[in-house]
């Protein structure tokens, strides 16, 4: 090999990597998206309009799917260099309450919320009726159980091997 093709074949595998990057991260966001709806959101499920109450800091349980249905992913740039950035997350109006907790829920209209399940009739003024709503995170417990179990990194592995000079 001479000089000059040595220098176009590490032109080439440079090129080649800046979109392994990407490849990578968006490998990552679509496991990671799939593996909150699939199995994190799927863990504890109840029947619509049934009463329950998880546990404050264990995912939320299932009811319609509705949240598992919600999650997204925002693919990297084709190619952003050496370093690319994909993004997971959920659009459900509620998703984020769930997440973090920390917020009050109150009325818009009326002076109390209302409504109807397995245990009766609720009203309430807000909720919760003391402190702050707990958190009931999904997405941050599946992406470090990702990490700890391996499954993370051979996604990224996987993903990026066709484009290994």
Known sequence: ?????YIAW????IAKIDYGAAAMANAMAEYLADRVANDTLRRTTHAPGAYYKARP???PASASGNLAKSM??????????????ALVGNNARYAK????????LKPTSGK??????????????RLPATGEFPAHPFIQ???QEAIDDGSLTRVAIEAFLPYDP
Do not use: N
């Open 1 to 5: 090999m001479t000089i000059d093709e």
């Open 10 to 13: 590490l032109e080439q595998s």
């Open 57 to 59: 800091g264990a995912p």
């Open 72 to 85: 997204f992913t925002t693919p990297a740039p084709a190619s952003q260099g050496l370093r690319a950035t």
């Open 97 to 104: 309450l769930l997440e973090h907790g920390g917020c009050v």
């Open 112 to 125: 109390v919320m209302h409504w109807k399940d397995s245990e009766g009739s609720w009203y309430h003024p």
């Open 141 to 143: 417990p599946t992406v």
